[in-house]
């Protein structure tokens, strides 16, 4: 819907000529815009409640906000670039540029409004672990962080820039090999640098995306719409797609790092439990997830268990 709603705007903009109509542009995004804002604000406050997390109206309010813009509408950026570039015009590379600067500040906005702040620790199980499975790993680890568990109580473990950082609330549900096989996950993460991989899969992808599009033929108002629809819709679809290879990846690292696959097992388990997070999904939500779901992600520690 953002790919053909920015496509249509587009086109009515370059039908009364685009600079004299600009105001008129931006003011018909606004309600989209809102609209992005809503939906994200009755999202974070069912999961609230469902999870019970102790977020007020306003701390809701900057999450919805935040997720617009590290998200949805570097989207609908990039649907109007994808549409520029197709019409041969320079200013959709501006967009395609304009868009992902907004969604990686907005993406840094988020981890704060859900209160994610790094502690670097230099003692504690934590640490002391860390220490000794990067040394097998041969990683070269700069900081260990504990993130602490806040208000929104998000459970979460993140790796990357030779540092990893874990929820301080790990360690009350978390013990022994599995802890360790947490934190060999966040370790593969950042021996392999699936940060930086990510990184320039993203802008290769869309780089590439932009590059057929400009060659595209013109077929009309109904082909530019399909033309923004596929240039924004494909991308993600493989961006998801090495999101997930990094996570079994990762997996498959803190599995060759541990040797434990049922203590692997038993530490996403308890994870996917302690989020709620559902153990299987659709097709098309697993699609456009960053993770694989559990049972798939059991079934590739167990056959790599098995081939070991």
């Known amino acids: 819907m953002i790919a053909v709603w920015c496509s249509l705007l587009t086109r009515y903009a370059d039908v009364r000529e685009l600079v004299s109509q600009l105001p008129i542009w931006v003011l018909a995004l606004i309600p989209l815009s809102g609209a992005l804002v809503w939906s994200q604000f009755i999202a974070y406050s069912g999961d609230a409640e ?27 950026m990039v649907s109007g670039g994808m549409e520029g570039i197709y019409r041969h015009r320079l200013l959709g590379l501006l ?33 002391k672990r860390a220490s ?38 790990y360690g009350h549900w978390l013990h022994g090999r599995q802890l360790d096989f947490v934190i ?28 057929l599009t400009f060659w595209l033929p013109h077929i009309g108002l109904v082909g530019s719409v399909v033309v923004s629809f596929g240039a924004v819709f494909l991308p993600l679809v493989c961006v998801y797609f090495v999101s997930r290879r990094f996570e079994y990846a990762a997996d498959r690292g803190a599995f060759e790092l541990t040797g434990d696959a049922e203590a692997g097992i038993r530490s996403l388990t308890d994870l996917y439990a302690h ?21 798939h992600r059991v079934d590739a520690i167990t056959r790599a268990a098995a081939l070991r």
């Not at 993406?107 to 230099?122: D, I, N, Q, Y």
């Not at 989020?275 to 559990?294: A, D, K, N």
């Open 50 to 76: 469902f999870l019970g997390q102790r977020w007020t109206a306003i701390d809701l309010f900057r999450l919805a906000v935040w997720k617009a813009v590290s998200l949805y509408i570097p989207l609908l």
């Open 95 to 127: 967009w395609l540029l304009v868009g992902g600067l907004t969604a990686f500040l907005g993406t840094l906005r988020l981890r704060s409004a859900e209160g994610v702040k790094l502690r670097p620790v230099k003692s504690g199980e934590l640490y």
């Open 132 to 169: 000794v499975l990067s040394k097998r790993a041969e990683v070269h680890l700069r900081q260990v962080c504990v993130v602490p568990f806040g208000r929104g109580r998000l459970s979460n473990a993140y790796g990357g820039g030779q540092r990893i950082a874990v929820t301080d609330d």
């Open 184 to 211: 060999g996950h966040e370790l593969a993460h950042v021996k392999h640098q699936h940060g930086l991989k990510k990184l320039g899969a993203i802008l290769g992808i869309f780089g590439v995306t932009g590059i």
């Open 275 to 295: 989020t709620r997070v559902p153990v299987t999904c659709t097709w098309i939500e697993e699609v456009f997830s960053t993770h694989p779901t559990l049972l």
